[in-house]
């Protein structure tokens, strides 16, 4: 599975991909599940847009009809480091998976050969299928959907949380606190730390679709810009 669905993604990349991806992705997730009388895919918790996405929601119904969620989302994003690594073995291995010249059975045998023993049966169908169309490159896309799909069906929002020192167990409690304002009712905030001493003091609570600046620094800028304005105006 995992095959198809990188397959797919580097073809939306290059805005060239078509549904005969997904479709080969589908038919391999169903030609390897068991043979039960009802194989209906769960679901998905969250609806995506995107030829990428579209691999990782079917990759994510399958994984979650086989009880292999979390198996599978981190192989997916220890796929996607590997193949943004800077290491030299990394990327030797990153061309050679994905050269175009590199013919379809070589390229096949070299994902059978890293991963056989190591993965998940339905990541071996994915990178199977994903190599068939020479789209390999798109598994770090690929993660990154299947990472939102896992958020969503755990009701988890991820926030970090930008100090300019090291909080201690009170601070941490009063501004995870605060932080939780900003979540909807019925999903858990899940938050990390980082220091930024740029900011003086306060805090800032980075989510992934808005940013909340509570910062000293910020606060400074406002009234310089304020006395700046007031200035100009005399």
Same mark, same amino acid.
């Given at each position: !599975?995992l #095959?198809?669905?990188?397959? &797919?993604?580097?073809g939306? /990349?290059?805005?060239?991909?078509s549904?005969?991806?997904?479709? &080969?992705? /589908?038919t391999?997730?169903?030609?390897?599940a068991p043979?039960?009388?009802?194989f209906?895919? #769960?679901? #998905?918790?969250l609806?995506?847009?995107?030829?990428?996405?579209?691999?990782?929601?079917?990759?994510w119904?399958?994984?979650?009809k086989e009880?292999v969620?979390?198996k599978?989302?981190?192989?997916?994003?220890q796929l /996607?480091e /590997?193949?943004?690594?800077?290491?030299?073995?990394?990327?030797?291995?990153r061309?050679?998976?994905?050269d175009?010249?590199v #013919?379809?059975s070589?390229?096949k +045998?070299i994902?059978?050969? %890293?991963?056989?023993g +190591?993965?998940?049966?339905?990541?071996?169908?994915?990178l199977d299928s994903?190599?068939?169309?020479? *789209?390999?490159?798109?598994?770090?896309?690929?993660?990154?959907?299947?990472?939102?799909?896992?958020?969503?069906?755990? +009701?988890? %929002?991820?926030c970090t949380i930008?100090?300019?020192q090291? !909080?201690?167990? !009170?601070?941490?409690?009063?501004?995870?606190k605060q *932080?939780?304002?900003? %979540?909807?009712a019925?999903?858990?905030?899940?938050?990390?730390?980082?220091v930024?001493?740029?900011?003086?003091?306060?805090?800032?609570?980075?989510?992934?679709d808005?940013?909340v600046?509570?910062?000293t620094?910020?606060?400074?800028s406002e009234?310089n810009?304020? %006395?700046? +304005? !007031?200035e100009?105006e005399?």
């Amino acid at each position: !599975m995992l #095959p198809t669905l990188l397959r &797919c993604a580097r073809g939306a /990349a290059r805005a060239q991909a078509s549904s005969e991806a997904v479709r &080969c992705l /589908a038919t391999k997730a169903v030609s390897a599940a068991p043979k039960v009388a009802d194989f209906t895919l #769960p679901a #998905p918790p969250l609806q995506l847009s995107g030829v990428s996405a579209s691999i990782a929601t079917l990759t994510w119904q399958v994984a979650a009809k086989e009880n292999v969620l979390e198996k599978v989302q981190v192989e997916l994003n220890q796929l /996607a480091e /590997a193949f943004n690594s800077e290491a030299v073995e990394l990327q030797a291995w990153r061309r050679l998976a994905t050269d175009p010249f590199v #013919p379809i059975s070589v390229r096949k +045998k070299i994902v059978d050969a %890293v991963l056989r023993g +190591k993965a998940s049966d339905i990541t071996l169908r994915l990178l199977d299928s994903l190599a068939d169309e020479n *789209a390999l490159a798109a598994v770090p896309e690929v993660s990154l959907a299947f990472d939102e799909l896992q958020l969503a069906h755990k +009701k988890e %929002v991820f926030c970090t949380i930008v100090t300019a020192q090291p !909080m201690d167990k !009170m601070e941490r409690a009063d501004i995870i606190k605060q *932080a939780s304002k900003f %979540v909807d009712a019925g999903f858990k905030l899940v938050a990390k730390e980082k220091v930024d001493k740029k900011l003086v003091g306060g805090f800032v609570l980075e989510f992934e679709d808005r940013l909340v600046d509570l910062s000293t620094s910020k606060k400074v800028s406002e009234f310089n810009a304020v %006395v700046s +304005k !007031m200035e100009l105006e005399l």
